[in-house]
Nanobody
Framework: QVQLVESGGGLVQAGGSLRLSCAAS????????MAWFRQAPGKEREFVAA????????YYADSVKGRFTISRDNAKYMVYLQMNSLKPEDTAVYYC???????????????????WGQGTQVTVSS
């Protein structure tokens, strides 16, 4: 099993940056696909970014491509989401997710992930 705890959320002005962190527990962290999702008020949860177990492959939603970067440090059991050029529409609760057995074409599917963190709030003011 994997337990996930997000941190790093907060209030930032449009155009600013934040880095979210996800601390994972579990002996096999390095074998998990890791991802970030977000849920804005009144909207369904949506995919943001995913990264392979080795960190060699990444996948982004079109809405964040070129602005957000996902990375991981397997030695520290950490996953990060660097968010630059933030927009008010990026305001949401951001969730870290993990699963071991997801083919790359399904990395953006919420239902494929078994483990979830509690979320961290990101608010971008205009």
């Amino acid at each position: 099993q994997v337990q996930l705890v997000e941190s790093g959320g907060g209030l930032v002005q449009a155009g600013g940056s934040l880095r979210l962190s996800c601390a994972a527990s579990g002996r096999t962290f390095s074998s998990y696909i890791m991802a970030w999702f977000r849920q804005a008020p009144g909207k369904e949860r949506e995919f943001v970014a995913a990264i392979s177990w080795s960190g060699d492959s990444t996948y982004y939603a079109d809405s964040v491509k070129g602005r957000f970067t996902i990375s991981r440090d397997n030695a520290k059991y950490m996953v990060y989401l660097q968010m630059n050029s933030l927009k008010p529409e990026d305001t949401a609760v951001y969730y870290c997710a993990a699963d071991r057995y997801i083919v790359p074409r399904d990395w953006g599917r919420e239902e494929e992930y078994e483990y979830w963190g509690q979320g961290t709030q990101v608010t971008v003011s205009s």
